[in-house]
């Protein structure tokens, strides 16, 4: 069974620009979060998707968004890019909702605004 | 909102000696989830071991188990049997049930195994 996937792996922005990133998750999962990690604040919950549908939103400024699409992939975009949006972005899927199952993260994406 | 302490922030242990990583968080729900995750290197998140607060026994995967005080407040993570695959940044992590704080992390233990 293949993984969840990330893409892109990298990514280069310009501040006031906008991002959309993407995630698949493990076939069969249905239940997608995202998670921004970066060296000073750590690991931090961005929002959490099951069954198209947005379970729970971390305590981010509402120009992260997403959805989750009927295939269970996920989209998380960011816009009006700032310094300090510059991190990790990491998805994890799991198969019932909650974040109580076993999570399977992607490899992340790195986002870098300049 | 929760908080989850890792008060270690690099740990190192001979190949084949045990280690234990710290954890306490803070909450004020009687009924959650938590668990240690592993980032090699290579930075995919691998989830070790879960424990579910309702459960006494500690669990157990292997060479890794945890000591959970509940009332303490206290979820440590002990590894026997070091190898060089354990190197890592590990993660503890809390999770009760949703609302904004999600799936809540601490700050990470840099595990170093010396050969």
């Known amino acids: 069974k293949a993984g969840v996937t990330q893409t892109p792996r990298y990514l280069i922005k310009t501040r006031g620009q906008q991002v959309t990133l993407s995630c698949s998750p493990i076939?069969?999962?249905?239940?997608v979060s995202w998670y921004q990690q970066t060296p000073g604040q750590g690991l931090q919950f961005l929002f959490e998707?099951?069954?198209?549908?947005?379970?729970n939103k971390g305590n981010f400024p509402g120009r992260f968004s997403g959805r989750q699409f009927s295939n269970s992939r996920s989209e998380m975009n960011v816009s009006t890019l700032e310094l300090g949006d510059s991190a990790l972005y990491l998805c994890?899927?799991?198969?019932?909702?909650?974040?109580?199952?076993?999570?399977?993260f992607g490899n992340g994406t790195r986002l870098t605004v300049t | 909102a929760q908080t989850v302490t890792q008060s270690q922030p690099e740990m190192s242990v001979q190949e084949a000696e045990t280690v234990t990583l710290s954890c306490t968080y803070d909450?004020?729900?009687?009924?959650?989830?938590l668990f240690w995750y592993k980032q090699p290197p290579s930075r995919q998140m691998i989830l070790v071991i879960r424990?579910?607060?309702?459960?006494?026994q500690n669990a157990t995967e292997n060479r890794f188990s945890v000591n959970f005080q509940k009332a303490a407040k206290s979820f440590s993570l002990k590894i026997s049997d070091s190898q060089l695959g354990d190197a890592a940044m590990y993660f503890c992590?809390?999770?009760?049930?949703?609302?904004?704080?999600?799936?809540?992390f601490g700050k990470g233990t840099h595990l170093i195994i010396q050969p």
């Open positions: 994890a899927s799991s198969q019932d909702q909650g974040l109580n199952s076993p999570l399977h």
């Open positions: 076939s069969g999962h249905r239940s």
């Open positions: 998707y099951f069954s198209e549908t947005q379970r």
């Open positions: 909450t004020s729900e009687s009924d959650y989830y």
């Open positions: 424990q579910e607060a309702y459960k006494q």
């Open positions: 992590a809390y999770y009760s049930g949703g609302g904004a704080d999600g799936l809540t």
